[in-house]
Each structure stands twice: as structure tokens, then as C-alpha cells.
């Protein structure tokens, strides 16, 4: 039949690709640089280089999260220089505030914790995000002393900090003399909407950011992960903190952008054996988020955000379809290509679990997860060029 053999080349090309996937994987993230606990590691060894920390936690409508967030940051280890905790409320209306304050009241952690309103943003600017709380908490009195010994790590409040996180990162940075070091979560699972596309996403990010390319000073490629960004205070303030990305709607790629640009140091690590993610806990919440930042992250390039749904369409949802033409047409020259591209899928997963301790759960969806993420992108595109329906938390962005 004419139809048949496009659709065996069509198989056999995706079994083809996910394969080279795996391959490059390995080279780059199996390889990557990872943070680890230090836990043997002397104070001093940090204090002869840092003299103060300052960690913000820019929240809005976090209420499933704060407490579990703040409750981690105070179980850290200490350091070993003075630091001071500091949760921005940006006008939350589900109790985030009263949940911080109640997480905050513990005695663990450092003495100098605060809670702080975001206050209205100036009239005439626009300032997406966290990027308003988080500069306000950057613009608190510092202690006196070399700004270039102090440190400001930003933290998101659905991220969970392990009890040597802090301490590592803190000697990492001081050691490698990183004016950014960001940390690429564990990310993790919890409804069926997060399983369909989550490990799909990480796959991506592993592939399109090399952490290599990042980490090279000569190369311009920059990537950050926004969920945890350490930087050397007089390495914000040079580049203009938030302030200066006021209306990006993702600040982490523009500040880490803005840091390579300026000729400063940014490291990118794995941090999969000290912190934990978890973005969504609905379908609701993960199509708002990934339709509000696909298209941006792509830099608004359409031709980028087409082909990285048909790439995903091609590598996770074409296996699958062609499995269900098989057994239904009961066409035999369909299942060896349908079966080695569903093979290299549970290969994948096998080797995520391997290298990030990733679940294997629902793999079998991952032919829904690719539709999935197929209707998000051009519904980002839509969103981000209209600004209709494009929101976080529902506070428009547009």
C-alpha cells in the first residue's frame, strides 16, 4: 500500500531519534557537573570568602507551599557565616502571608528572619512576576562589607531545600568564584498532568541548554534555573538586579543572559541530589504555566516552538500511534519500527531513573504527554503575541 512505507520510515525515524536522545543525554547531563553534600566541609572554608547571605523567597499565592518551603530553609545546615531570611509577600490573597509568618515563628534557622510586603508596584512600570518582590527584598539595608563577599540567593517557594543545600552551594560558589551559580532541581511528580509532561520537559531543557555551553565563559550560551539563583552581591547589583528585567516574564534567562553578557562568571550545576521541585499540582496550573513561558523561553521564535512540537510529537506520540495502526489494521510492517521506538522510551525513562532517581510511573502515557505538550505550544503562542488569557495565579501579564 502506498500509505504503509512513509509511515514504517516514519517510525524508524523516530526510533532513530529517540536513540541519538539517549546518546546525547548521557554526553551532556550524565557527564554534568552536579552539586553535592559537602557535609564535612569547614565553616571556614566559606567564611574566608563570603561574610554574609541573604536568602529570598518571593511569594504570591503560595499557600501550599511556603510553609513546607520555610520549614526547610531553617532546617539547613548552618554555612557558617551570618545569613538572614527574608520571604517577600507580593499581595497574596490565600493566606500566604499568615502561613509564613506562623512558618517563620520556629526557633531552627538563623535569628534574622523577616517577612516582607511587596508593597504596589510604581505607577508606570511594569514589573512581571517575582521580579518586584524579589528586588525589594534586594534593596534591604545590608550589612557593611565588601559586596563582593556577600551573597543573595533567590529561591522559589515550590522548591525544597535538602539540609546541606545551602552550606554546599554557598562553598561552591565561593570556591569556583561564581558571580551566579544556578542549581537544575529534582523535579517531581504528583498529579497525572506532571507525569505527561514534566519528564518530557526536563528531556528538552537537558538537550536545548547544555550545561557545557553554559558553564563555558567564551561561549554565549546562558541558561539559569529560576527556582534557585546564587548570586555574588556585587554581581546583581552590576547587571541591575531585577530591576533591570522588570518586564521579563522569564527573568532567570534574561538575568543569566545579562551576567554572561557583562563578562561575570555563571555556573550551572546539577543540584538533583540537594533540592526538589514540584511546579504544578493540577492540569490547571502546569497549562498555565508552560502556555505562559513555552514561546518566551523559545525567544519568541515560532519557527523554534513548531518544530520543538513536532520533534516531541515525532520522538514521545509517534510509537505509540503507530502501534494502534498496527494492531488495528493488523499491518506487521508497522510493529517492528512502532516497537523499537517504545522500547527506546522505556530506555529513556530507565536511564532517568538511573542518573536522577526518576520514577518510572506512567511511562506508558507518554504518548498523551506528547499531545499534550503539542496543544500547549502554539496555545503559548497565542497567549504571549495576544496577551488574552496569558496570566500567572491569574494576575495578567499581557
Sequence with gaps: MPWLWPLVL?????????????????????????????????????GSEATFLRLVIPA????????????????SRDPGIPWQLVVVDDGSTD???ALAHQALAVAEGPSDRLLLPAGSRPAGERWCGKNWPASRAAALPWPEGDPARQYLLFIDADLRLGSD??????????THASD??????????????????QPIVATLLGLGFPMERSNDPDDPTAFAAGPFM????????????????????????????????????LRYLLGVDLVDLQMY???????EGWTKNWFLGLDRSWFKAIGSAAVVLLLFTAPWLLLALALVLREKALLPPA??????????????????????RYWWLSGLGGLLIAAIVPASIWKTSTGRGWTWRGRPLA
Design 165 to 174: 543545600a545551602l552550606a554546599s552551594a554557598l562553598l561552591e560558589a565561593t
Design 281 to 287: 499540582r493540577s492540569f490547571a496550573a502546569l497549562w
Design 60 to 75: 504570591y499565592n503560595e499557600a501550599d507551599n511556603i510553609a513546607d518551603c520555610v520549614a526547610a530553609v531553617l532546617a
Design 10 to 46: 516514519l517510525g524508524w525515524s523516530s526510533a532513530a531519534g529517540l536513540a541519538i536522545v539517549v546518546l546525547l543525554l548521557e554526553l551532556q547531563l550524565g557527564r554534568a557537573p552536579r552539586l553535592r553534600s559537602d557535609s564535612t566541609a569547614e565553616a571556614a572554608a566559606v
Design 339 to 360: 516497537l523499537g521506538g517504545i522500547g527506546l522510551l522505556v530506555l529513556l525513562r530507565l536511564w532517568s531513573r538511573w542518573r536522577f532517581g526518576t520514577p518510572l
Design 95 to 97: 493566606g500566604t502571608a
Design 230 to 265: 546564587l548570586f555574588r552581591r556585587s554581581a546583581y547589583e552590576a547587571i541591575g538586579g531585577h530591576g533591570a528585567v522588570a518586564e521579563e516574564v522569564v527573568e532567570d534567562l534574561a538575568l543569566a543572559r545579562r551576567v554572561k553578557q557583562a563578562g561575570l562568571r
Design 180 to 197: 551566579l551559580l544556578s542549581l537544575a532541581p529534582r523535579l517531581q511528580c504528583s498529579c497525572l498532568a506532571e507525569w505527561l509532561v
